[in-house]
């Protein structure tokens, strides 16, 4: 099924196609504080509906995943990196898509404070 997503005031928005059968909630210390429940897929199937300046990044840690957000609104659209085998992933804020029922999604708990 195609999706698309976006920020709040639509500065950031984007497109991709998939199956959820769950999303991701972590509790690191930057996914504790916004809320945001995450879907992977491989990052070129996201594919932009605005400029990719659109968004701007934030990184902490080991500053290995950019975190895109939304410089006019703040909200958390999606975030880029890499997955243990090297591929480019991206992270859906699966609340940022349209027309999702995210009651009817299973959520995984990850412990991301772990890592």
């Known amino acids: ?44 199937q996201l594919q932009l509906l605005t400029p990719e300046d659109a968004a701007a990044r934030y990184t902490f840690n080991k500053h290995v995943i950019q975190h895109r957000f939304c410089p006019r609104c703040g909200i958390h659209a999606y975030g880029e990196g890499q997955d243990p085998k090297g591929q480019q992933v991206a992270a859906v804020n699966v609340r940022c898509v349209e027309g999702l029922d995210l009651d009817a999604l299973p959520i995984h708990h990850f412990d991301g404070r772990a890592l």
Request: proline letters at 2%.
């Open 1 to 44: 099924m195609k999706y698309k997503a976006s920020c709040h005031c639509g500065q950031v928005a984007f497109e991709f196609e998939g199956e959820f059968k769950e999303a991701l909630a972590c509790n690191c210390s930057m996914c504790q504080r916004r809320g945001s429940l995450l879907w992977f897929l491989p990052r070129e």
